[in-house]
């Protein structure tokens, strides 16, 4: 690790965004020498200000790279798009700019199955720059997929993977309950489901990820997306959702074998507004067997921000190119 | 991966080697190409017979690595030493035919903060010589040390860290309830446990590794090791362990802060013969806190095993030189 501090820009105030702002410039070994947001709301203003961090006073938030003041940086932690193929262009400007690459863009995980010439083309430029390009987050990024993929290297034998994620989304942000259709109607959700505006993205990137981690052979299928539906009233005062109304997402997806039609691996996703007992739980049949659960499960928005904050450290002495 | 099957020979034939050698006999993208272990009761024979593994018939079990016929080979899997300073010239001797090594070896995980100047050597002899040597296994090697430090790396803050392994060697191999010091009078235990000739080799290993791998500081102190007492009869008939006996064995060993003396990592380790619901356990104290239980254990022979033939294909394409 080097001595001085690692120097971060980053793109996308979101409330992700906002989170690793604020954890960067409380962390020594790192510091914040720049912000980029294009929304109107929040291009112009104080960061620190808008933060509440004394010590970001002073630096403005400019609306895009260009407008960045000409300062040394290092490393770019991207946060503006969950599209891989929205994310390009901003990963292309960052490497040319010749800063390592921290993302959050959710289809990143798979990004060289189905976009395989366009990763090719980015590392290409990368490598040339002499920079990294990674990852990072917790789901895509860990509890689904990499997870169970280093899981499976103590194996001799998988016959399938299960993995589950019950989310309890009335103890994260309201970002996450909104994205998730809380309080709406399920003919709501039908329409919002249409036009990709409700629910999780990259379950199945995070299966394709997986297969191509498993010693196992299986044809990804598509995802399912469903509403959790409320059958009582849940929560209280002005936070209440009625029966008949939107809790949550329940996304699924599975691998098939080619050979066979089994199903060798089951993804299964639930977020949802009062959802009791979240956990998340890994269970492989095979040689052996293991049955990991996490208790309580991984807090998604914690654990996003700590595995950004990680990702950054690890650009320094990383390998250029497009990483995993 | 290349396509043809990577050619292997093992060094030991204990319990792990047995398996090993049986699980590569199967695999078929693996073959089997020489076994070395110079007990008496071993060298010379047919490993074929010795295995009950038709496939084998016809190979004979050499000695020692000289007395190989000159086939060649890509892989060798060292399975002949718990001890670092017992594996050096073993590992030398693999690097020196050209060989990339894959090792059992307990106390390699944290060899390069035991014995820097063994490992510095070890790695220019591996690089010079084109060869990867790697260390496999679960325990030390996976539960108790890797996967506690990858988790570390999605959380934003660790304040400490608690793993607990119980394992019940009731469902083990015989030699591991005798190196647990099953059945033992417990002034047995101590004069064994005197000569380090009873319990797990590797724990505090796994502790250094782990601290090496935290952003917590903590020094490492010395491995506690106490026999588990049956307070009634375990078991039946010839396997019955009367009250007062030994039945296992409980390793701890702790981290402290340097600056606060507060414990900041402890490791525990039961394995004793009939210990109700095996379990792996780790607790990251942190932001977000994070609780992950094995239900059931993890498997310490299979997945040895499994980790062993994983790391032999991770040979193929990794870089040269003493890796972890």
């Keep these: ?28 070994d790192l510091r914040l020498v720049g912000a980029v947001d294009p929304a109107p709301a929040i291009a112009g203003r104080d960061l620190g200000s808008f933060l509440s961090e004394g010590s970001l006073e002073g630096m403005k938030v400019v609306p895009d790279l260009d407008a960045l003041p000409r300062r040394r940086a290092d490393v770019a932690v991207h946060m503006a798009a969950s599209r891989f193929l929205q994310a390009v262009p901003h990963l292309d400007a960052l490497i040319g700019r010749g800063l390592h690459v921290v993302s959050t863009c959710e289809e990143m995980i798979a990004a060289s199955a189905r976009w395989p010439r366009e990763c090719r083309a980015l590392d290409r430029r990368a490598r040339k720059a002499g920079v990294a390009v990674l990852a990072a987050g917790v789901n895509p990024g860990f509890v689904m997929d990499l997870l169970p993929a280093a899981m499976s290297n103590i194996c001799l034998e998988v016959r399938s993977v299960r993995v589950t994620r019950h989310v309890d989304t009335s103890k994260r942000r309201p970002a996450l309950q909104a994205k998730t259709g809380a309080g709406i109607t399920t003919a709501e959700f039908r329409r919002r489901a249409k036009r990709n505006e409700v629910g999780h993205v990259g379950l199945r990137d995070s299966l394709l990820f997986l297969m191509g981690h498993l010693p196992l052979e299986g044809d990804v299928g598509e995802e399912r ?44 996703l639930k977020m949802a507004y009062g959802l009791a007992e979240p956990f998340d739980e890994i269970r492989i049949a095979g040689d052996p067997p293991l049955h990991l659960r996490f208790e309580g499960g991984v807090s998604g928005d914690r654990a996003t921000v700590g595995s950004v904050l990680s990702t950054i450290r690890f650009t320094d002495g990383a390998a250029p190119g497009l990483g995993g």
């Design 1 to 28: 690790m080097s001595t001085r501090p690692l120097r971060i820009v980053v793109l996308g105030l979101g409330p992700i965004g906002r989170s690793v702002a604020k954890e960067i410039a409380r962390a020594p």
């Design 225 to 268: 997306l469903r509403p959790i539906v409320a059958k009582r009233p849940v929560g209280k005062g002005k936070r209440r959702i009625e029966a008949g109304r939107v809790l949550g997402v329940h996304h699924s997806v599975k691998a098939e074998s080619p050979s066979t039609g089994k199903v060798v691996a089951t993804l299964e």
